[in-house]
């Protein structure tokens, strides 16, 4: 069994999005203005079988846990900087 390091350009590569630090950077800047009260699998730009992804690990409080939450903290960051 192999077992695939838990990182974000990792996850990025199990949703299907280009990988790379900058495409990863691109993506967060792009999309990086979530409201507060929006949960990250939700939001419009994931398809349904990302979302489901994002939903199971959280539910599941599955190994991707960790990074799914750093993603969603990074998403909803301009928000919180700009209410703080």
Same mark, same amino acid.
Request: proline share 2%.
């Given at each position: 069994? /192999?077992? %695939? /390091?838990? =990182?974000?350009? &990792?996850? +990025? $590569?199990?949703?299907?999005?280009?990988?790379?630090? %900058?495409? %990863?950077?691109? +993506? %967060? #800047?792009?999309?990086?203005?979530? !409201?507060?009260?929006? &949960?990250? @699998?939700?939001?419009? +730009?994931? $398809?349904?079988? @990302?979302?489901?992804?994002?939903? /199971?690990?959280?539910?599941?409080?599955?190994?991707?846990?960790? *990074? *799914?939450? #750093?993603? &969603?903290?990074?998403?909803?960051? =301009?928000?919180? *900087?700009?209410? !703080?």
């Amino acid at each position: 069994m /192999e077992l %695939i /390091e838990k =990182s974000m350009a &990792n996850l +990025f $590569s199990q949703l299907g999005v280009a990988s790379d630090d %900058i495409s %990863i950077a691109n +993506f %967060i #800047e792009l999309h990086g203005r979530m !409201s507060g009260g929006m &949960n990250l @699998q939700d939001a419009a +730009f994931w $398809s349904p079988s @990302q979302a489901c992804f994002l939903r /199971e690990c959280l539910v599941l409080d599955a190994a991707w846990a960790p *990074v *799914v939450d #750093e993603l &969603n903290a990074k998403l909803h960051r =301009s928000t919180n *900087v700009a209410g !703080s």
